[in-house]
Nanobody, 115 residues
Framework: QVQLVESGGGLVQPGGSLRLSCIAS????????MRWYRQAPGKERELVAT????????TYADSVKGRFTISRDNAKNTVYLQMNNLKPVDTAVYYC????????WGSGTQVTVSS
């Protein structure tokens, strides 16, 4: 069955960086787009970044453009989210997602940006 396991979250000061990882299993990873979403307390889940199956195209939410980078390693069945210049508004639970064809989600990893 499809499994997605996120890691790499934590507490970081404003301006700091974190790198999230999501290890996938149960499907042919290299055939699918992968996405990162986030959900802040009291808010709806929002799409942060998408990467195509081969990694050649990436799209970002306007709120993270220029600060976040999505990447993938198809040999390791892993998708990453490098987050730089973090702001308090980035505080959220971050989720990895694949549409195969239903939506599958990991359990999420908490990112807290605070001084």
């Amino acid at each position: 069955q499809v499994q997605l396991v996120e890691s790499g979250g934590g507490l970081v000061q404003p301006g700091g960086s974190l790198r999230l990882s999501c290890i996938a299993s149960g499907f042919t990873f290299s055939n699918y787009f992968m996405r990162w979403y986030r959900q802040a307390p009291g808010k709806e889940r929002e799409l942060v970044a998408t990467i195509t199956s081969g990694g050649g195209d990436r799209t970002y939410a306007d709120s993270v453009k220029g600060r976040f980078t999505i990447s993938r390693d198809n040999a390791k069945n892993t998708v990453y989210l490098q987050m730089n210049n973090l702001k308090p508004v980035d505080t959220a639970v971050y989720y990895c997602n694949v549409r195969n064809p239903s939506d599958y989600w990991g359990s999420g990893t908490q990112v807290t940006v605070s001084s």
